[in-house]
């Protein structure tokens, strides 16, 4: 059985940085066909911030987080992380990890359309 559980979220200072995790249970990473992060802030619609195909490793970034965070994944620990650098306000939110199993053609869709997510970790980002 699939389960995700994140960590790692807080409050910090615009300019700062945090790292989240994803512990992934019920497969090794590499089971999944790609994996993400999406995160969702009070009264917005879901967006979609990066996910990577876990066979080859390729990452794909939002224009909003491209060169502020990287996303990663640690096959000892079975974990997806985020590395989110230079926080900004507009970054607050409740953050997701998302899986997909079903194949490298599903993956195409957005990361907040993967069949598997957590229960999710709060950012807060203040000025």
């Known amino acids: 059985q699939v389960q995700l559980v994140e960590s790692g979220g807080g409050s910090v200072q615009a300019g700062g940085s945090l790292r989240l995790s994803c512990a992934a249970s019920?497969?090794?990473?590499?089971?999944?066909?790609?994996m993400g992060w999406f995160r969702q802030a009070p009264g917005k619609e879901r967006e979609g911030l990066a996910k990577?195909?876990?066979?080859?490793?390729?990452?794909i970034y939002a224009d909003s987080v491209k060169g502020r965070f990287t996303i990663s994944q640690d096959s000892a620990k079975n974990t997806l992380d985020l590395q989110m650098n230079n926080l900004k306000p507009e970054d607050t939110a409740m953050y997701y990890c998302?899986?997909?199993?079903?194949?490298?053609?599903?993956?195409?869709?957005?990361?907040?359309?993967?069949?598997?997510r957590g229960q999710g970790t709060q950012v807060t980002v203040s000025s």
């Open positions: 998302a899986a997909e199993t079903r194949g490298t053609s599903y993956c195409t869709t957005g990361t907040s359309s993967f069949p598997y």
């Open positions: 019920g497969y090794t990473l590499s089971a999944y066909s790609c």
């Open positions: 990577i195909y876990t066979g080859s490793g390729r990452a």
